[in-house]
């Protein structure tokens, strides 16, 4: 089993760039969630997808922010356009199903908007 | 308003004792919590889930209780090893929304041999 996978590692930008962060979710898996992880807030949720459709985006810090799922093997994560603020950790997760609800994470990809 | 609060000084320990680490929430009532471990630039990684119907859940090593009274959960690590440094997070899902995870800021955890 790969895991998660998330690409970019790293990626570093200019401020007003277009960045998109992807990820596919472990086989199988029926939940994806994207997070954001900073020193000072911790792991923040913003949007989680069950069966390929978004249920909760209430984590997404304004309009510069969107993801998408088209199917059940990948994942996007877009900013447009990205502000110095946006320089964090970002990761993808996957779950199971509803019976079992631990979540399985990627590697993360370090954002640095300069 | 709704918090939840992990020790934010890291904990050292000697090799082979027993760490122990808190996870206190206020104003959220809780379906479940769970564990996870986290190491430097990489994702953070299940460990344990406990329900609120169960006072203790124990995988090897690893003890985790809730007590929904006090509204804490304690995590144990027995017979602590060097390679069990790393930081754990707690994170509960709200009742009500079990997919939605809140988490802590994790404690720093560094067992010295």
């Known amino acids: 089993d790969a895991g998660v996978i998330q690409s970019p590692r790293h990626e570093v930008t200019e401020m007003g760039q277009e960045v998109t962060l992807r990820c596919k979710p472990i086989?199988?898996?029926?939940?994806l969630f994207w997070y954001r992880q900073t020193m000072m807030r911790g792991l923040e949720l913003l949007i989680y997808?069950?069966?390929?459709?978004?249920?909760?985006d209430s984590g997404m810090p304004e309009d510069r922010f969107s993801a998408k799922m088209p199917n059940a093997s990948f994942s996007t994560l877009k900013i447009q356009p990205s502000e110095p603020r946006d320089s964090a950790v970002y990761f993808c997760?996957?779950?199971?199903?509803?019976?079992?609800?631990?979540?399985?994470f990627g590697p993360g990809t370090r954002l640095t908007v300069t | 308003s709704q918090k939840i609060e992990q020790n934010s000084e890291a904990l050292n320990i000697q090799e082979g004792k027993t760490a122990t680490l808190t996870c206190n929430y206020t104003?959220?009532?809780?379906?479940?919590l769970q564990w996870y471990r986290q190491d430097p630039g990489r994702g953070p990684v299940f460990l344990l889930l406990?329900?609120?119907n169960e006072k203790e859940k124990r995988k090897e090593r690893l003890k985790v209780t809730f007590d929904t009274t006090l509204k804490q959960s304690l995590f144990h690590i027995t017979a602590s090893q060097p390679a069990d440094s790393a930081t754990y997070l707690c994170?509960?899902?709200?009742?009500?929304?079990?997919?939605?995870?809140?988490w802590g800021l994790g404690t720093s955890l560094a067992v010295n041999p």
């Open positions: 997760a996957s779950s199971p199903n509803r019976i079992s609800y631990e979540q399985y």
């Open positions: 086989s199988g898996h029926n939940s």
């Open positions: 997808f069950n069966n390929n459709v978004p249920i909760d």
């Open positions: 104003n959220y009532s809780p379906a479940y």
């Open positions: 406990i329900r609120e």
């Open positions: 994170a509960l899902a709200p009742t009500g929304n079990n997919r939605k995870l809140i």
